[in-house]
């Protein structure tokens, strides 16, 4: 089992991004959490297969837009 633990900025609160990352992490068999931060961003923890990680960091740069 692999984690990262990533910090994402820009517009990402308000804007359903934690339910965004929520599930898709659970739809890539994820575990882990998500949260705003007071600077604005968001912050989360990914726990799983390499690849599957991968690719949650990948959808995270994308966004729920």
Known sequence: ?????????????GVG?????????????LTGWVQ????GGVEALFQGEKTKIEEMIALCRQGPM
């Open 36 to 39: 705003n931060v007071e600077d």
């Open 17 to 29: 991004y934690r339910y965004f990352v929520r599930s898709n992490a659970r739809k890539l068999g």
């Open 1 to 13: 089992m692999q984690q990262a633990h990533v910090f994402i900025s820009g517009t990402v609160q």
